[in-house]
T-cell receptor
Framework: NAGVTQTPKFQVLKTGQSMTLQCAQD?????MSWYRQDPGMGLRLIHY???????DQGEVPNGYNVSRSTTEDFPLRLLSAAPSQTSVYFC????????????FGPGTRLTVT | TQLLEQSPQFLSIQEGENLTVYCNSS?????LQWYRQEPGEGPVLLVT?????EVKKLKRLTFQFGDARKDSSLHITAAQTGDTGLYLC????????????FGGGTRLMVKP
């Protein structure tokens, strides 16, 4: 099993550009989530999904959209990139929800200039 | 929003020393997880504690969940250079919600 995969690994955007961060898992997990990690702030939840067709907002959802059309994929869309969105983004999945072990991808390092 | 405060933020110690990392909140959690993160990688789960007062041991690491399920600690005995990394606690909400809350992390450096 590949686990949780994320692409791209690095990305540089100009302010106002849009892009999609890809996340896929092959463990048949129902729960998937996106976090951003800024220096000294741990991980903050952006959006999460408890199953295909169901998404919900996390702690810091503004400026981001998600969709969950399949169990395997959970892409994160930046609508109009801003310098404040410069961060490392992690996708995670788990078999049962927030109280279960989260399996994290390797992360995408995004810089917005 | 539930908040988790970790202390200390940074810790630099010599190999062989003991240390304790704290994770505190005013909120009740149904469970609390501890993760370790290496540079350039995602966090990896070390342990989950579920019951108030629970103590779990993982080799030289001892994890404790507070009686009221609002706080937790991680104690490392005789630290080794391989323990260097970022330690994160994460709490699952007590109301069975689905938002996992992470603490700010403790960056540990163990010097030889």
């Amino acid at each position: 099993n590949a686990g949780v995969t994320q692409t791209p690994k690095f990305q540089v955007l100009k302010t106002g550009q849009s892009m999609t961060l890809q996340c896929a898992q092959d463990m048949n997990h129902e729960y998937m989530s996106w976090y951003r990690q800024d220096p000294g702030m741990g991980l903050r939840l952006i959006h999460y999904s408890v199953g295909a067709g169901i998404t919900d907002q996390g702690e810091v959802p503004n400026g981001y959209n998600v969709s969950r059309s399949t169990t395997e994929d959970f892409p994160l869309r930046l609508l109009s990139a801003a310098p404040s969105q410069t961060s490392v983004y992690f996708c995670a999945s788990s078999q049962g929800g927030a109280g279960y072990e989260q399996y994290f991808g390797p992360g995408t390092r995004l810089t917005v200039t | 929003t539930q908040l988790l405060e970790q202390s200390p933020q940074f810790l630099s110690i010599q190999e062989g020393e003991n240390l304790t990392v704290y994770c505190n909140s005013s909120s009740v959690f149904s469970s609390l997880q501890w993760y370790r993160q290496e540079p350039g990688e995602g966090p990896v789960l070390l342990v989950t504690v579920v019951t108030g007062g629970e103590v779990k041991k993982l080799k030289r690491l001892t994890f404790q969940f507070g009686d009221a399920r609002k706080d937790s600690s991680l104690h490392i005995t005789a630290a080794q250079t391989g323990d260097t990394g970022l330690y994160l606690c994460a709490g699952a909400p007590g109301d069975a919600g689905n938002m996992l809350t992470f603490g700010g992390g403790t960056r540990l450096m163990v010097k030889p």
